[in-house]
């Protein structure tokens, strides 16, 4: 009997089949140091994005057969990453946001009386800060509930999305497949398709878009913020474009971690992820998804 495992990224069983004793994780952590397949007498090691895949039994597989566990073992792997992420996203932004309320709030009441013009100052300041930790919040529970896909269709999906982050506090007016009167700034949606892919198609196309346009509320610094939906027979294309400050793709930079997360769900589909930015010259996301 093939016994099965998938191992988290400190070389602990996340889930399988089978005796854990099986494993060995001495050598399934040497695995995932050199990045290369391993084979003992009963276990094939293979490293895959966010851990580490481990099969065999009496006798171990040829590493290439291990092909076929590959995306289910990374599609348990995002899966398990998701809560740890939450604990982030919600520590880095929503927690040190309400700190930075509680703080301004007493030094306003501090001002109130000896020096209030000041007062009005840290009052400002608070109402600033409590906007982009909503901001923050609601990036935060779309990533949880992406109900709007149920039934929906992409294209309906996707403009949920971006009239919910297009009207948080700080973003500029939207214009949808054309311009706002008097301006040609602001937040784009270009619908040209509605394809009829897969759910789990519909619903990586989704998170991606959520991730980009977070990622371009939150650290590009953009005037214009557009989102293109296309598609053929074959495939569809998801494109978040901005203006920002943009960022070198393979240096360290902001929302670095979100980035692999968008490529992982593409290439897990069998699609592709590209990102083309560089400082001051803003960000093209743009993921192409087979029909699924």
Same mark, same amino acid.
């Given at each position: 009997?093939? @016994?099965?495992?998938?191992?988290? @990224?400190?070389?602990?069983?996340?889930?399988? #089949?089978?005796?854990?004793?099986?494993?060995?994780?001495?050598?399934?952590?040497?695995?995932?140091?050199?990045?290369?397949?391993?084979?003992?007498?009963?276990?094939?090691?293979?490293?895959?994005?966010?851990? +580490?895949?481990?099969?065999?039994?009496?006798?171990?597989?040829?590493? !290439?057969?291990?092909?076929?566990?590959?995306?289910?073992?990374?599609?348990?792997?995002? #899966?398990?990453?998701?809560?740890?992420?939450?604990?982030?996203?919600?520590?880095? #932004?929503?927690?040190?946001?309400?700190?930075?309320?509680? &703080?301004?709030?007493?030094?306003?009441?501090?001002?109130?009386?000896?020096?209030?013009?000041?007062?009005?100052?840290?009052?400002?300041?608070?109402?600033?800060?409590?906007?982009?930790?909503?901001?923050?919040?609601?990036?935060?529970? &779309?990533?949880?509930?992406?109900?709007?896909?149920?039934?929906?269709?992409?294209?309906?999906? +996707?403009?949920?999305?971006?009239?919910? +982050?297009?009207?948080?506090?700080?973003?500029?007016?939207?214009?949808?497949?054309?311009?706002?009167?008097?301006?040609?700034?602001?937040?784009?949606?270009? +619908? !040209?398709?509605?394809?009829?892919?897969?759910?789990?198609?519909?619903?990586?196309?989704?998170?991606?878009?959520?991730?980009?346009?977070?990622?371009?509320?939150?650290?590009?610094?953009?005037?214009?913020?557009?989102?293109?939906?296309?598609?053929?027979?074959?495939?569809?294309?998801?494109?978040?474009?901005?203006?920002?400050?943009?960022?070198?793709? !393979?240096?360290?930079?902001?929302?670095?971690?979100?980035?692999?997360?968008?490529?992982?769900?593409?290439?897990?589909?069998?699609?592709?992820?590209?990102?083309? #930015?560089?400082?001051?010259?803003?960000?093209?996301?743009?993921?192409?998804?087979?029909?699924?």
């Amino acid at each position: 009997m093939t @016994a099965v495992f998938v191992l988290d @990224a400190r070389g602990f069983v996340l889930t399988g #089949s089978g005796p854990e004793d099986l494993v060995d994780r001495e050598v399934a952590l040497d695995a995932m140091a050199t990045g290369r397949a391993v084979r003992t007498e009963r276990m094939a090691y293979l490293p895959v994005a966010g851990g +580490l895949l481990a099969v065999g039994g009496r006798r171990a597989p040829q590493p !290439d057969g291990l092909a076929p566990f590959v995306p289910l073992a990374e599609l348990l792997l995002a #899966s398990a990453a998701e809560p740890a992420r939450l604990a982030r996203d919600l520590h880095d #932004s929503v927690v040190q946001t309400l700190y930075g309320i509680s &703080l301004g709030a007493g030094t306003a009441a501090e001002l109130l009386h000896g020096n209030p013009a000041h007062a009005e100052a840290s009052l400002a300041w608070i109402k600033e800060t409590a906007a982009a930790g909503l901001t923050d919040l609601r990036g935060i529970i &779309l990533r949880l509930r992406p109900e709007t896909l149920v039934g929906a269709g992409l294209a309906t999906a +996707l403009r949920g999305l971006f009239e919910t +982050l297009r009207n948080a506090p700080g973003n500029n007016p939207a214009h949808v497949n054309g311009t706002a009167p008097g301006s040609d700034r602001g937040w784009g949606l270009q +619908l !040209d398709a509605d394809p009829p892919v897969s759910p789990q198609v519909e619903e990586a196309l989704y998170r991606i878009a959520l991730e980009a346009l977070a990622n371009a509320a939150r650290h590009a610094e953009a005037s214009q913020v557009t989102v293109r939906l296309a598609g053929d027979d074959a495939q569809v294309v998801l494109e978040v474009i901005d203006d920002g400050v943009g960022f070198a793709p !393979d240096g360290p930079h902001p929302g670095r971690l979100g980035v692999r997360s968008m490529r992982e769900r593409a290439m897990l589909l069998g699609g592709t992820l590209d990102i083309r #930015s560089a400082p001051g010259r803003g960000t093209v996301v743009r993921a192409a998804l087979p029909i699924g």
